[in-house]
């Protein structure tokens, strides 16, 4: 069983810059490929940025390319989120979540394919 939990959300005015932190349970960290997804009222939970299990590829929404920046420690048991240039549509509750690695990596940006999620942490960005 993996569990997940998400850290690093807060206030945040436009411009400026958030770093999550999800930290994975138990020994299988180096087994998951991770991923960040994030969520508004009223609208399904989108893809953000997704990790292969030994950092070596990582991928990205078009539209958060070159502000957000996804890495791992798993040393650490950590994936992390380094956002910047925040802007107020990035508002969002943002989850973090984790698939085994026997499981492919071709789906990463789909919800469906992840089995693992952490509860979330709010983010929102003030204009």
């Known amino acids: 069983q993996v569990q997940l939990v998400e850290s690093g959300g807060g206030l945040v005015q436009a411009g400026g810059s958030l770093r999550l932190s999800c930290a994975a349970s138990?020994?299988?960290?180096?087994?998951?490929?991770m991923g960040w997804f994030r969520q508004t009222p009223g609208k399904e939970r989108e893809f953000v940025a997704a990790?292969?299990?030994?950092?070596?590829?990582?991928s990205y929404a078009d539209s958060l390319k070159g502000r957000f920046t996804i890495s791992r420690d798993n040393v650490k048991n950590t994936v992390y989120l380094q956002m910047n240039s925040l802007k107020p549509e990035d508002t969002a509750l943002y989850y973090c979540?984790?698939?085994?690695?026997?499981?492919?990596?071709?789906?990463?940006?789909?919800?469906?394919?992840?089995?693992?999620w952490g509860q979330g942490t709010q983010v929102t960005v003030s204009s």
């Open positions: 138990g020994r299988t960290f180096s087994s998951l490929h």
């Open positions: 990790i292969t299990w030994n950092g070596v590829l990582t």
């Open positions: 979540a984790a698939k085994y690695v026997y499981t492919g990596y071709k789906d990463y940006d789909q919800t469906r394919a992840y089995g693992y």
